[in-house]
């Protein structure tokens, strides 16, 4: 249940992640697995009304904590990479012209989001980048409206929090993800590369 004094962006998270089963201890919310935790954190900066966003994966056979902080984590990713993994992805896609390849990259958990008739703001959704992400997730930021703001934020979550988190919701998942990924570009605990075989250098 949202909270009496939670803002626009906050309500905005528990609203959409409650009906993904996750559930809330302050700014972060949690989702557990039989052998993980997924966890999204909110964090915000000492200095202004704006937050960062990040993910994270804890492996229950290597930690006992059921509501991890980010630091407790065994990978975690902040939004800014996932986009621009996304964005990676889209020039190999546009550089060997596969038109099925874009049709399938496009499809996200967010389409009903972005089509649906009776959202009051809808967007295109190949054209949303970090720069928008941080002014929807930057109160001080007046350039969106609140519907705007709410549409940016329920994309981020469903076209790329989620995806990065149930990629890794269990350990024959995160051992498939991890052996294709460049490593450099997340987080990754060294005592999960050792039960995965994976070395510092793994990319």
Known sequence: MARRQDNII?????AVLRENGFSRRNKSWFLARP???L?????????GDNYFLSFGVLVRQLSSVLMP??????????IEMLLRERDVARQAIDSVSDPHAERELST???ADIIRRKDT????NSNELDASQIYKALNLEDKSLSEPEREAVIKYAI?????????ELDSLEKIAKTLRVKDLSRMFVHQSLREILGLSLGHA
């Open 158 to 166: 469903m076209s790329c929090g989620l995806p990065f988190l149930f």
């Open 69 to 78: 902080k980010l630091i407790d984590c065994h990978v975690f990713q902040r």
């Open 120 to 123: 009051p703001v809808s967007f």
């Open 10 to 14: 906050i309500h905005t998270f528990d």
């Open 39 to 47: 966890v999204l954190d909110l964090d915000k900066s000492s200095w």
């Open 35 to 37: 052998e993980t935790i």
């Open 108 to 110: 996200t958990p967010a």
